[in-house]
């Protein structure tokens, strides 16, 4: 099994919301990453986690909040977005041996209304 | 901060021609990825480049990683349909985990 599993694919939620994005993977890989997209952008760095420990946090606002359950999710919780905060969310893995490539899911299409 | 930076931003091709994007970073890199987007899809990882001078192919691809490990580049030769998409690069500096994506190159082919 090579897949991320990303979900929901997509979300409309309102500013005074709390939603969840779930990510899911099951290569055994140690390493797990979220990542926001806007449109004809590249993948902005948000959080890393490395053995289910918060490694990077890339000065995300707190309205966004990672955790890790366990070596194989990784959830994004969401609370008080803005408009703007409107992007796709990618979630990756990445194993601690080899190559160090990134797995990507397919993806979170999330609109704040 | 780690600044990694791609040029052209956009490139359309007639199928068949050659296509070149580069990358420099403005700090000297551990190594370098090259992931592919094609539109309404996720990035996907083509090749990792390592070494000072490093030249790797992929069929068609040809990636070389810089003598000073501050730049790269991706050469896709007689572009084919199947290539379009964005090209990105991304580097990885002190830290293993931290994974910088460059702006990328969007490719167009004209068939």
């Known amino acids: 099994d090579t897949e991320v599993t990303q979900t929901p694919k997509h979300l409309v939620m309102g500013m005074t919301n709390k939603k969840s994005l779930k990510c899911e993977q099951h290569?055994?890989?140690?390493?797990m990453y979220w990542y926001k997209q806007k449109a004809k952008k590249p993948p902005e760095l948000m959080f890393v986690?490395?053995?289910?420990?918060l490694s990077i946090n890339e000065s995300v606002p707190s309205r966004f909040s990672p955790e890790c359950p366990n070596s194989s999710l990784l959830n994004l919780h969401l609370h008080a977005l803005q408009p703007e905060d409107s992007a796709l969310y990618l979630c990756?893995?990445?194993?601690?041996w080899g190559t160090g490539e990134l797995f990507f899911g397919e993806g979170s299409r999330l609109t704040v209304l | 901060g780690q600044q990694v930076m791609q040029i052209p931003q956009y490139q359309h091709v007639q199928e068949g021609e050659d296509f070149t994007t580069y990358c420099n970073s403005s700090?000297?890199?551990?190594?370098i990825q090259w992931y592919k987007q094609r539109p309404g899809g996720h990035p996907v990882f083509l090749i990792q480049?390592?070494?000072?001078?490093e030249v790797k192919k992929q069929k068609r691809l040809t990636f070389q990683f810089g003598e000073a490990k501050k730049n790269s580049s991706l050469h896709i030769t007689a572009t084919q349909t199947t290539d379009v998409g964005t090209y990105f690069c991304?580097?990885?500096?002190?830290?293993?985990?931290?994974?910088?994506f460059g702006p990328g190159t969007s490719l167009s082919v004209i068939p």
């Open positions: 991304a580097g990885r500096r002190t830290s293993y985990d931290k994974v910088i």
């Open positions: 700090t000297t890199l551990s190594n």
């Open positions: 290569m055994g890989h140690r390493a």
């Open positions: 480049l390592v070494k000072s001078g």
């Open positions: 990756a893995s990445r194993a601690t």
């Open positions: 986690y490395s053995y289910e420990k």
